[in-house]
């Protein structure tokens, strides 16, 4: 498959199952029977899927202080 941004939606219409399902196995979340769990992950593999880490931290609304020691 060509690489590009895929979302929830375009993961559920590839492994033919709900968003919700898809939620729930990417976030490792609830539970989901194995076939449906099994056509999820095909998918996520055949498109190569990486969450986006900073995007994922942007969602929870936590606040990150960053400290940056130089010396003189």
Known sequence: MEKRNYT???????ADVSRGTVDRVVNKRGKVSEKARKKVEEVLDKIDYRPNLIARSLKNHRIYTIWILMPR
């Not at 929830?8 to 590839?14: F, S, V």
């Open 8 to 14: 929830i939606k375009d993961i559920a219409a590839l």
